[in-house]
Structure formats: C-alpha cells, structure tokens
C-alpha cells in the first residue's frame, strides 16, 4: 500500500468583509503558496482499524478513537470514513502539516478538513469529487464555527476565486489576466467574533448610516469582480482604497493596518486594504509584478511580521 497525499491552499479575502455578515456579495481568492498537507501511511503492523493522528504544528499525536468526535481533525475523519463506507478500514497513521497561518482568516482550518478528506478518500481507493470533498469540509467548518459562510471550503477545495453572496450558490469566477498579491500580517490579533458583534452594535444603533456604507461596499465588490476578471489593476487597486475607507468607517481597520496600507501605497501599489475581520491581522495589496519585490521589502521594514505573495493565474482557456 503506497502513501498517499492530500493538498489545499489558504484562502484570503479580496472584498466585502462584514458587509457580506448583511447579504452583501464578498470575493475571496485562493492563495497557493501557503498549502495545508495531510499524508497517509498505511500501517501494516497495527490492528485493522487502529488510525493515528500526527499534527506536529500544534503538538497533536493521538489515536483518533481518544479525540471527541467534535475535534476539527477527528471529524473530517469520520465523514469521510462513513461517506466512503469501506468493508474494512486498514490500520494508518494520517501525519497532517500546514505553511497557511493559523487562526490569520487564511482558511487554514478548512484547508486542513479538505486536505484530510483528499487524501482518506484516495487512501480508501474512492477518492471524492470537489464537490463533496467541499460538503463535507463545510460540515467539519460547521463544528467549529457554528454559521460559516461555506467561502473558506468553496475557495479551497476549488482553488478558484469564489464571489459570495448569503443564501445564494457560490459562484467561480473565471479570471482572463493574472494578478498579483502582496498578503501582509501586522502581527496583531482580533478575534472575528469581536469585530463582528462591534459592527453589529454600530448597525443596530444607526442602521441608516451603516446600511448605506454596507451597500457602497457591496456596490465596490460587484464592480471588483468585473475588473478583477478582466484583470484591470488600475480600477481594482481604486476599488480596494474606496473599500477600505468604508472598512475604517466601519471602525475595523487598526494604525498598524493603516501603517502597512499606506507603505504598500507609497511603494508602488495599485490598491492596499485590510482583509478579513480587522483590527489587526492581514492587508492585501495588489501590484505590478515587477513592484512586488520592493513592495515586500517596505512592507517587512514598516513591521510586517510576514509577507506572503501570491499569483491568482488565469483559466486555462
Ligand atoms: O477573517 P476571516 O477570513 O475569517 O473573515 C471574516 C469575514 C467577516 O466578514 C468579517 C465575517 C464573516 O463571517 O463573514
């Protein structure tokens, strides 16, 4: 029995972040360079049936039948276990590792289910389409997030940018033009839930003011995702400041946002903006590919404490 791999890339948010929270569309991206990794190898001493779960990035090394059924690892196991309904499952030890940020609104939870589901599916010789690989990938995001939006396990286990509206199906977007990202991390930590409920207290104070910056966000994102297609970085690097004024209207964006934001713009980028929930955490800046280097550079000096960048390629035609 060989060893068997699964793979998925991070995931960062483009546009629309909390006006998406109130049916507005949002775009997110995969992000390839950074990747969640789970391994299989079969265990040929053990009994049938015996699964061992290795996680070095957060020090896990357990039987998976000591791990409650909740656990974010476990369960992507045992959906796919019963999805696959195999006659008998052979012993294995399932080693799982990721270069994607934890906890950074990268997608690494999702990444790590899809990566988990891949490799189990393939290992059991049933390996499952994108399709349910994604279902069952937002069932384990279910148990950890309670209401997830289902963007992170679209935009991974597709690797496609996704455009997002609540309660509407996913949609892929074709992109024409490659683009190019700069994914810069502050260092500092919000947790979601807070800037979430922070907004919400705003809207439910002054749902008139905040209802309108909601739509003018949601009117930059549908624009975005035309020029994003088209690949047209002059518009989309306009639409990406106007976003992130709304965003600090909203009262999530942060000084050491706002610092890398406008470094990115002084060296060079077409736009600069937040990205995720705020208050910390990442900015995304796009740029010429010949700007990125010095871009990266400035970033890292101005107190990045990382700088990931990454290429969103064209379809194939
Ligand atoms: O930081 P992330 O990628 O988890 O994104 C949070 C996005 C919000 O719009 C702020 C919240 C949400 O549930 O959509």
Redo the contacts with the bound molecule.
């Keep these: 029995m060989p060893i068997v791999f699964g793979k998925a890339p991070g995931?960062?948010?483009l546009f629309?972040?909390?006006?998406?929270?109130y049916g507005q569309p949002?775009i997110?991206i995969p992000v390839t360079n950074v990747n969640a990794t789970a391994r299989i190898i079969p265990n040929l001493d053990a009994e049938p049936g015996h699964v061992r779960i290795e996680a070095v990035d957060i020090q896990l090394n357990a039987d998976l039948d000591t791990l409650s059924d909740d656990h974010p690892l476990a369960a992507a196991v045992w959906l796919t276990l019963h999805e696959i309904a195999p006659n008998h499952t052979p012993s294995f030890t399932l080693q799982i590792s990721s270069s994607i940020p934890m906890s950074?609104?990268?997608?690494s939870g999702a990444a790590i289910s899809v990566a988990i589901i891949r490799a189990l599916s393939a290992f059991l010789g049933k390996p499952l389409p994108d399709s349910k690989v994604s279902e069952l990938a937002f069932k384990v995001e279910k148990i950890h997030h309670g209401?997830?939006?289902g963007?992170?396990n679209s935009v991974v286990t597709y690797q496609k940018p996704v455009y997002f509206k609540r309660d509407e199906p996913i949609q892929m977007l074709k992109i024409n033009h490659p683009t190019h990202w700069l994914i810069a991390d502050t260092g500092e930590k919000t947790p979601?839930r807070e800037?979430?409920s922070a907004?919400r207290a705003l809207h439910a104070e002054d749902a008139e003011t905040y209802g309108a910056i909601f739509r003018k966000i949601g009117d930059r994102t549908e624009k975005a995702r035309q020029a994003l297609i088209a690949g047209d970085l002059t518009t989309l690097g306009l639409l990406m400041d106007e976003n992130q004024h709304l965003l600090e209207d909203l009262r999530?964006s942060s000084e050491s946002l706002e610092t890398l934001i406008q470094t990115a713009r002084n060296a060079g980028a077409a736009g600069a903006k937040l990205?995720?929930?705020?208050r910390g955490?990442n900015m995304i800046a796009l740029a010429s590919p010949e700007k990125i280097r010095q871009i990266e550079t400035a970033l890292l000096e101005a107190g990045a404490v990382k700088v990931i960048t990454t290429v969103l390629r064209e379809d194939k035609p």
């Excluded at 950074?104 to 997608?107: L, P, T």
């Excluded at 990205?275 to 705020?278: A, I, R, T």
Aim: no cysteine.
């Design positions: 995931k960062i948010i629309g972040e909390h006006a998406v929270v949002a997110a950074a609104g990268m997608g209401t997830p939006s963007i992170d979601t800037t979430v907004v999530v990205s995720g929930s705020g955490g």
